[in-house]
């Protein structure tokens, strides 16, 4: 399935922003879970930057508990960037989904990172994000966590990707091995269509990350797929992945 670039952003009042235009074009991606998802937007903001892409995160840390305005945060940031943002990772934490106001927003890509049964959406609040997904987005779903058959029926009609340890995941790992660096073998156990609506052919490629742990293998498979997914070559996500995780600790605390 050959998948196009959409307006992502819609507006139905338009305003006086002056970013209309640049914001319609702008590829939003949305992380589902907990707090370990801001070391993922930081190697994903990283990995877009590597290869020439203009990224920014955006994360709730210091927030508090009032809702941001997601499409007032966008033109914050495309004021730093002088209106020519590409890609906005944004983190949309499982304890406070009600915390970002997706009004007049489409994601162009959802990652469900982990919710556990202590941490899962209640139906209204999961509709309404999942339900912000484009009409051609992705979903990103990590099939280890059992959170997501809750869910999983608001994508229908959607191009999902399942990642994981399950030898179902279309994105899955083996031969993981950890000193003080994550050693491991990505598989790629089924083609996918990426955003510029080329095929990814199934594969096997070794990845290493300095600094990294074996509880990180979910955060750098979802990573792997989201880069992926956006036409990034296996060889620049394994250069973004090394250069990154010689900060990693820096990075790993990040969401603590």
Do not use: W
Not at 147 to 173: H, M, Q, R, W
Not at 197 to 206: I, N, Q, R, S, T
């Amino acid at each position: 399935m050959k998948t196009d670039d959409r307006t992502i952003v819609h507006n139905r009042t338009m305003g006086d922003d002056p970013y209309i235009h640049t914001l319609e074009n702008l590829k939003i991606i949305g992380m589902v879970g907990g707090y370990e998802d801001i070391k993922i937007s930081g190697f994903l903001a990283h990995l877009f930057r590597s290869t020439g892409k203009k990224a920014a995160r955006i994360h709730s840390t210091g927030c508090g508990h009032d809702t941001q305005k997601v499409r007032e945060l966008l033109s914050s940031h495309m004021d730093t960037y002088n209106g020519e943002l590409e890609y906005a990772v944004i983190h949309l934490p499982g304890s406070s989904p009600q915390q970002y106001d997706l009004s007049n927003i489409f994601l162009d890509t959802i990652i469900h990172t982990f919710l556990g049964e202590n941490n899962k959406y209640e139906n209204d609040e999961s509709e309404t994000i999942f339900k912000s997904l484009s009409a051609k987005g992705y979903a990103l779903i990590n099939v280890d966590d059992e959170a997501y058959t809750d869910f999983i029926g608001c994508l229908e009609n959607k191009l999902v990707i399942t990642y994981g340890l399950s030898p179902k995941a279309t994105i899955t790992a083996s031969s993981i091995e950890e000193a003080s660096n994550l050693h491991f073998t990505c598989c790629i156990q089924r083609g996918i269509t990426n955003r510029r609506g080329l095929e990814v052919d199934p594969m096997e490629f070794p990845v290493y990350i300095p600094n990294f742990e074996k509880s990180d293998i979910h955060s750098a498979l979802a990573a792997i797929g989201t880069g992926l997914i956006y036409g990034i070559s296996t060889e620049d996500i394994i250069t973004a992945f090394k250069a990154h995780g010689q900060t990693g600790k820096t990075i790993k605390y990040e969401s603590r």
